[in-house]
């Protein structure tokens, strides 16, 4: 399968825990997107990678989220004292440079109790 | 502010009754207009991308069009199958005619089709 992969596919922590989750691009391309997503929501957008380099991060997003992307491959995504807010679906979407459209993983549910 | 709204935001469906989904769009300078589907806990599904008023592009039982305010996708003797929320979302065009990355998406449609 040559889509994009995320892991975990779900993850359950308490309040105040650290979590990371990791995406993995469809092969050659070079930007890299993240999304949160609540129930009966669009996703929304929360910062993109081109290679290595962050371009964009949402100015909703909480310096207790950080996203690395070191080698330009694959990506993580971590939030630090995470609370029960930051319950949601997060998604990972990848495309080409110059080709917008973007492909989305299955997403890593989270549930913080 | 970039904004999507999409209406209705459910739409129940009998098998066969073919129906429209609306997608109203405020941007300051549109680069593209997306759909997607999206199954109970998956990532969205990639359908079509729209660029230019008048566009129109078909897959299978379902039609995409763009006008310069809203989007219909059009939905051609529906099956059960095609129960899903469907998304729109934009993106902005920069003003050097480059795009802004990111999508911004609306709240979707909850379709059920009914056999």
């Known amino acids: 399968d040559t889509g994009v992969s995320q892991n975990p596919r779900h993850k359950i922590t308490k309040r105040g825990q650290n979590v990371t989750f990791r995406c993995d691009p469809i092969?050659?391309?070079?930007?890299l997107y993240w999304y949160r997503q609540t129930l009966g929501q669009g996703p929304e957008f929360l910062t993109y990678?081109?290679?290595?380099?962050?371009?964009?991060k949402s100015r909703l997003l909480s310096d207790r989220f950080s996203a690395e992307r070191p080698k330009g491959s694959f990506s993580t995504l971590e939030i630090q004292r995470t609370e029960q807010g930051d319950s949601a679906m997060y998604l990972c979407?990848?495309?080409?440079?110059?080709?917008?459209?973007?492909?989305f993983g299955p997403g890593t549910r989270l549930l913080v109790l | 502010e970039d904004q999507v709204t999409q209406s209705p935001e459910a739409l129940r469906l009998q098998e066969g009754e073919s129906s429209s989904l609306n997608c109203s769009y405020t941007?300051?300078?549109?680069?593209?207009l997306f759909w997607y589907r999206q199954d109970p806990g998956k990532g969205p599904e990639f359908l079509f991308t729209?660029?230019?008023a008048g566009e129109e592009k078909e897959k299978e039982r379902l039609k995409a069009t763009l006008t310069k305010k809203e989007s219909f996708l059009h939905i051609t003797a529906p099956k059960p199958e095609d129960s899903a929320t469907y998304l729109c979302?934009?993106?902005?065009?920069?003003?050097?005619?480059?795009?802004?990355?990111?999508?911004?998406f609306g709240q979707g449609t909850i379709l059920t089709v009914h056999p």
């Open positions: 979407a990848s495309s080409l440079r110059g080709a917008e459209t973007q492909y």
């Open positions: 092969s050659e391309h070079n930007r």
């Open positions: 990678f081109q290679n290595e380099a962050q371009l964009e």
């Open positions: 941007v300051s300078g549109l680069r593209g």
């Open positions: 729209l660029y230019s």
């Open positions: 979302a934009v993106q902005v065009r920069r003003a050097g005619g480059t795009s802004y990355g990111k999508l911004t």
